[in-house]
């Protein structure tokens, strides 16, 4: 299979040009005007009409959609989440849990982990992202504060760790009792550790980039900033993750999070490297603005362009696309296209450790790639190669 007259958004350039499949992975990239030949049957080539062909994007911060929450824990309803965000453009995603009891999380842990790196329909569910319970109260945001503890029962989350890498993410806050040894053992097990909800200050911090902490959560939402003791400042979370190359910084990108200079100040201070688009689409994406839904027991309705609790007291998850998290790093962040769709794809492979496997349109990678037009309307998508989605 060919895919022909594409503008390819490659990791450094959008050319003309074409892609050629074989075997669910990508076989050859042509930087050439790619028409179809004549010779060749319809079923050969793809004519993409000048539309834009970018690898699949990677949403490693996702917790429902269509009404449907990953902490319910079934087929049905990670088969609702997974078919709506790929008609996004998400082709990778981890499943997101909430701040819940113990046994809750298992739940969810159990329900995966027969589906790891797999498709059901939809984008391919390459984990979880144990979100919680290991969060500050004083940060809790739209998670349930019932269930907020510290990660000092170590018992507890060597539980957790047992499903090995099928845990792709632990959000924690590193100020809480337990943390380091949580951090270090995170990164023993091939998981990504990041600060996110939390309290800490650059005494806590410091200690917990060296035990491994790589990621925060969410940037700028439930996240500590500088504070002033007498004469002196102290940094939080939002300035030590600006401030640190090792940190990659999550970014809800739809310009309610994060308002647009703001957001300006996170891609000048980090570069294109140094952040990743997420979601963190909640059960209320895709539903129409006024519905009321529940995060494990808040309460929370879908707004025009988000989702908030129903108290006014927080936003509450998003009701975010990665393709529209992409067009509002274009036009609301001033990024151009290849930078937005690297942030989307290539930096979240990367720090899964996984960009061999996907994250760019390069020989070799899986063929999981996306189809949209000038006005980011999503045309296709494909999965190793095989067609899942078409307008």
């Given at each position: ?88 453009g998400t082709t990778s995603l981890s499943l997101t849990t909430l701040t819940a009891p113990h046994a809750d999380i298992l739940r969810v842990l159990d329900a995966v982990q027969p589906l790891h790196n797999r498709s059901i329909g939809g984008a391919r569910i390459i984990g979880v992202h ?262």
């Open positions: 299979m060919q895919f022909v007259n594409a503008r390819l958004i490659l990791p450094d350039e959008i050319v003309r040009g074409s892609v050629t499949i074989r075997d669910g992975c990508i076989h050859k990239v042509s930087k050439s005007a790619g028409k179809s030949s004549p010779k060749k049957s319809p079923t050969d080539a793809i004519d993409l009409k000048g539309g834009f062909l970018a690898p699949g994007f990677v949403d490693v911060h996702i917790h429902g959609a269509m009404g449907h929450d990953a902490m319910e824990a079934t087929p049905e309803a990670f088969r609702a989440i997974t078919e709506f965000h790929l008609r996004g144990v979100e919680g319970p290991y969060i500050s109260p004083l940060r809790a945001g739209a998670q349930n504060p019932k269930f907020v503890r510290p990660p000092s029962n170590s018992a507890e989350w060597r539980e957790l760790l047992r499903y090995g890498k099928l845990i792709t993410q632990m959000t924690i806050a590193p100020e809480e009792k337990g943390a380091l040894a949580l951090i270090r053992a995170l990164r023993r097990n091939g998981t990504i550790a990041s600060g996110g909800h939390t309290d800490a200050n650059h005494e806590h911090l410091i200690p917990a980039l060296k035990a491994g902490l790589n990621h925060a959560t969410h940037t700028f939402n439930q996240m500590s900033t500088i504070t002033k003791r007498g004469p002196y400042r102290w940094a939080g979370m939002i300035e030590f993750s600006l401030a640190h190359d090792e940190i990659l910084c999550e970014l809800i990108c739809d310009g309610q999070h994060v308002p647009p200079i703001i957001m300006k100040m996170l891609f000048n201070a980090k570069g294109r490297d140094g952040v990743c688009l997420v979601t963190d689409a909640s059960s209320g994406a895709g539903l129409p603005a006024g519905t009321k839904f529940a995060l494990y027991g808040m309460a929370a309705r879908t707004t025009a362009h988000t989702a908030e609790l129903v108290d006014g007291t927080g936003l509450a998850g998003s009701t975010l696309t990665m393709i529209r998290a992409v067009k509002t790093a274009v036009e609301l962040g001033g990024q151009s296209l290849v930078d937005a769709v690297r942030m989307a794809s290539l930096n979240p492979a990367r720090q899964l450790g996984r960009e061999k496997e996907f994250g760019s349109i390069e020989s070799g990678k899986r063929a999981d790639l996306v189809w949209f037009d000038e006005k980011f309307h999503v045309r296709g998508v494909w999965l190793d190669g095989d067609v899942r989605f078409l307008a």
